[in-house]
């Protein structure tokens, strides 16, 4: 028994401690900050930058980009590159068994020849000497036996030149300079045919051509214009901001999973020396406007009395009710262009001071 009112004892002694201790601490400088002017809930007038922006994500991409494949089925006798590495614009990357493609060039250009002597020995059977048919006197006959000599020479022309394209599009080209970022199915001795040629290629990125594609919501669309500067941030650098300006705003927009539709707007930007990878992920920050060293307050601060912008004005212990004259407004806050002074404290709404 005596057991009991003991511990009941020590429980009444902490309970009666843990009140004194919040007597105190409602006494102390804490509390006081919260009765100071009846609660009033206050805000500095300052002197800053203040931007509109717009955000939107996006991710990198290269301008300049090609995926080369070989047009036709064959054996691939040469690969001269690897994933990595660095190639210049005409360098030759792989190339098929062009024995084939060049005796047939070689049989197109006799078929040529041949039709060339059938052609020019018509017109002297015909007494033509290079004069147009309209102006000679033949029978229908006789002029279609001269079309017919044309068109085959035409379409012995057209053999030739497939047959000359046939042996460049045997070597595998690079268009651009750059560095070889993806390579499939290509390997020296290996046949080609008709169903591996789509998954058999080289591609090449030009590095030095990166941009930022940021997909802007339709709402901030007419928001966005060409110059305008840029804020991008890479999850890859998260400490790193990089500036940019837009280059390109696109003219289609993309449907979204959610129902919405997005712009693309391209961006140039600095790397800061930095390497990027194409597909790096990140957001970025477009500056719509932006006001240097200006006046600014909190824009919850500002109310609407008879279509006038006031504040209410905390001034040797009295509360005054002031118009002011607003300018840029962003999300937070509200540039302060007449009506106030750096330094002055507004209160979040009107009350009574003591």
Request: aromatic share 6%; no cysteine; glycine share 8%.
């Amino acid at each position: 028994m005596f057991k009991k009112l003991k511990e009941k004892k020590n429980l009444i002694i902490g309970l009666a401690g843990l009140l004194l201790l919040g007597l105190i601490v409602a006494r102390g400088p804490l509390a006081a900050s919260f009765r100071g002017k009846e609660g009033l809930k206050t805000a500095k007038v300052e002197r800053k930058t203040l931007k509109e922006t717009v955000s939107a994500s996006g991710k990198i991409e290269a301008e300049n980009s090609a995926t080369l494949r070989f047009p036709t089925p064959a054996r691939v006798v040469w690969v001269g590159v690897k994933k990595g590495d660095t190639v210049r614009k005409w360098q030759s990357l792989a190339s098929l068994d062009q024995r084939q493609v060049e005796k047939n060039l070689k049989k197109k250009l006799l078929a040529y020849m041949n039709r060339r002597w059938d052609f020019e020995q018509t017109q002297e059977n015909y007494d033509i000497n290079g004069q147009p048919l309209e102006k000679i006197i033949l029978t229908d006959k006789e002029k279609r036996v001269l079309e017919k000599a044309q068109f085959d020479l035409d379409s012995s022309v057209l053999d030739v030149e497939i047959a000359d394209l046939a042996v460049q599009e045997s070597v595998l080209i690079s268009p651009i300079n750059g560095v070889i970022t993806e390579m499939s199915g290509l390997l020296a001795g290996e046949n080609l045919i008709a169903t591996t040629l789509a998954a058999s290629y080289v591609r090449v990125i030009d590095l030095s051509s990166l941009k930022f594609v940021a997909q802007v919501d339709e709402v901030d669309y007419g928001k966005i214009k060409v110059g305008q500067k840029v804020e991008i941030s890479l999850d890859s650098f998260p400490d790193d901001t990089f500036e940019g300006t837009i280059s390109y705003v696109g003219k289609e927009g993309v449907k979204t999973a959610g129902g919405g539709v997005t712009i693309p707007v391209e961006i140039k930007f600095n790397q800061n020396g930095k390497e990027f990878a194409v597909g790096l992920s990140g957001d970025a920050e477009f500056i719509i406007e932006q006001k240097e060293n200006t006046l600014v307050v909190p824009k919850e601060y500002i109310k609407t009395k008879n279509g006038d912008s006031i504040v209410y004005v905390l001034k040797d212990g009295k509360m005054e009710e002031r118009r002011v004259k607003t300018g840029l407004t962003t999300l937070s806050q509200v540039e302060i262009i007449e009506g106030l002074a750096e330094g002055e404290e507004i209160t979040l709404s009107k009350g009574t001071l003591k």
